[in-house]
């Protein structure tokens, strides 16, 4: 079981910066690979990025050269760091955690890009 409490969201104006959080805990050593995904109003939920265990990065091609997502090495946090907003990345933004075969997921974040 892994619970995912996530910080961050908010308010930016086009072109600016926000960093979004995810702190997962309970049994975080069997966590395969974390993500942040995002859905944005009358969208589907799609992926933003991911990170292994071994520190391999994905992005979707939406967000390479903006978005960045890292980890420490114990899983302790995973950070979503978002640069030059656009008023499309506007979306509730989920962390995800993939754990012994099964998904979880955080309560969502709103990011809002708008001027």
């Known amino acids: 079981q892994v619970q995912l409490v996530e910080s961050g969201g908010g308010l930016v104006q086009p072109g600016g910066s926000l960093r979004l959080s995810c702190v997962p805990s309970?049994?975080?050593?069997?966590?395969?690979?974390m993500g942040w995904f995002r859905q944005a109003p009358g969208k589907q939920r799609e992926s933003v990025a991911t990170i292994t265990r071994g520190g391999t990065t994905h992005y979707a091609e939406s967000v390479k050269g903006r978005f960045t997502i890292s980890r420490d090495n114990a899983w302790n946090t995973v950070t979503l760091q978002m640069n030059s907003l656009k008023p499309e990345d506007t979306a509730v933004y989920y962390c995800?955690?993939?754990?012994?075969?099964?998904?979880?997921w955080g309560q969502g974040t709103q990011v809002t890009v708008s001027s």
């Open positions: 309970g049994s975080i050593f069997s966590i395969t690979i």
């Open positions: 995800n955690a993939l754990l012994e075969g099964r998904d979880y």
